[in-house]
Structure formats: C-alpha cells, structure tokens
C-alpha cells in the first residue's frame, strides 16, 4: 500500500485540530465542576461525544484499504464523518453559549 498523499493527510490533521479543540473546549467549560448536571448539559455533552466519536473515527476510515486501488469511495465516508465531526463540537459549544 502506498504512503497517504493529498487529502489522507489533511482530513487526519484537520480531524486532530478540531478534535484538539473541543477537547479545550470542554476543559473550559467546567466538565468537572462539582455541581449538579442540568438537561442542557446533558445535551451538550452527548453532541460533544457524538463530534469526538466522528473525528477520532476520520483517520482510520481515511486510511483503510479499499478493493480497487483508485477509489476514494473511504475517503468521501471520511469528509463525511468529518463534517459530522464538526458539527457536533460546534453545536455543543454553540448550545453551552445559548443555554
């Protein structure tokens, strides 16, 4: 298999970015305050995880091999995800903002 070129590398370094970032996000926004949870927090929590779990997945969908050597059917399952990704971070940071 050949070395990832073009956009393996990007969506795997874009995807550890915003991954990065959300984990920073959840730092400041206090997951470990002692004080009792409310719905909306629940809510934001579980868009979060749902965004983590889209991310963390994007490189290894980027990288798996596929049957014929020129299709990028894994790499468009991987935008998607990655797009996923994104939107659940930011609806979680938008969601703590509003509520």
């Not at 969506?11 to 997951?31: M, N, R």
């Not at 949870?37 to 997945?57: E, K, P, S």
């Not at 990028?72 to 995800?81: E, G, M, T, V, W």
Request: proline share 7%; charged share 10%; net charge negative.
């Amino acid at each position: 298999m050949p070395t990832p070129i073009g956009s393996v590398p990007a969506l795997s370094a874009a995807s550890a970015t915003i991954f990065s970032i959300g984990i920073v996000f959840l730092g400041y926004w206090g997951l470990y305050e002692p004080i009792q949870w409310r719905a909306a927090d629940v809510f934001v929590f579980v868009f979060a995880l749902i965004g983590f779990g889209c991310l963390g997945l994007v490189p290894w969908v980027a990288t798996s091999p596929v049957e014929p050597e020129g299709s990028d059917s894994r790499i468009r399952i991987a935008r998607h995800l990655f797009l996923a990704g994104v939107a659940g971070i930011w609806l979680a940071v938008a969601m703590s903002v509003i509520f």
